[in-house]
């Protein structure tokens, strides 16, 4: 036991030797864009989170207080639909008085132009026949379907999720290619004393060892120098959005991956280093 760590450490620290800091920055590269890419996605749907995708149907009423009570009775007993809202025309024009810009022109109103109206959330599916159903009931002057906004972020997102998946592929195949082409070199450069290695009995495992640890710890340095460009990226972004987010009321920034998600690409990193520099010896050393 004692040879066999005897001899990885030797092929580590060799290992280590070989290691180039521009493959390593050309790797850090091109993992920090999938990073930023990921972290950047990450960020924005903890936003998305805190608005509800639930497709909704505003009702506007035209009938009087104790019609509406009557009409929310009879939402309630629609199997279509999941819940029930009643906003009064006061609280209506509150919250409109409430957004920036348009207190001024609530004031040269002079009187509440807006109805009484039923936010309903729907089932899924149920949007459209819903809201055709609720524009003939009595005492409903105008249905608006809130589906199609809910759908199109919905879309966004999966493409988002499908165009990440699409750039990573992409990037750890670039990964695996830069790995290959160095132990290749590597390989071609140290040929002879490769063939004396053999001559003197060296086993195939005995000479790999130094190239597999070198393309390892070479996504490896390129992962850790990916995450410190993302984290720097983001740090110097979150500087100037910040008070662009707060001029809208929202205390939204820019969030690192969490420790999981660097550890998994660390991790991952290693393994394609791993990859690129079998595939390398297995073509070029035999």
Known sequence: MSAWLRQHRHALVRGFGRVGALNALVIGVALALAVGAYALIESLRSVAGRVTLEPQVSVFLDAKRADAEALAERLKRDPRVSRVRFVPRDQAMKELAGIEGVSDLVAALGRNPLPDAFVVGAAEGQVESLAADLATWPGVAHVQADALWARRLATLARLARLGLWLLAGLL???????????????????????????????????????????????????????????????????????PLALSYGSDFRLSFVNGGDALATVLFAGLLGWLGAHLSLRRHLD
């Open 172 to 242: 750890a195949a670039a990964v695996v290619g830069v790995t290959f082409n160095t132990i290749r070199l590597q390989v071609l450069t140290q040929r002879d004393e490769i063939e004396v290695s053999r001559l003197l009995g060296a086993t195939d495992a005995f000479i790999r060892r130094p190239f597999y640890y070198a393309g390892m710890l070479q996504a490896l340095a390129g992962s850790a120098l990916a995450l410190l460009l993302v984290a720097g990226s983001f740090a110097l972004l979150n500087t100037e959005v910040r």
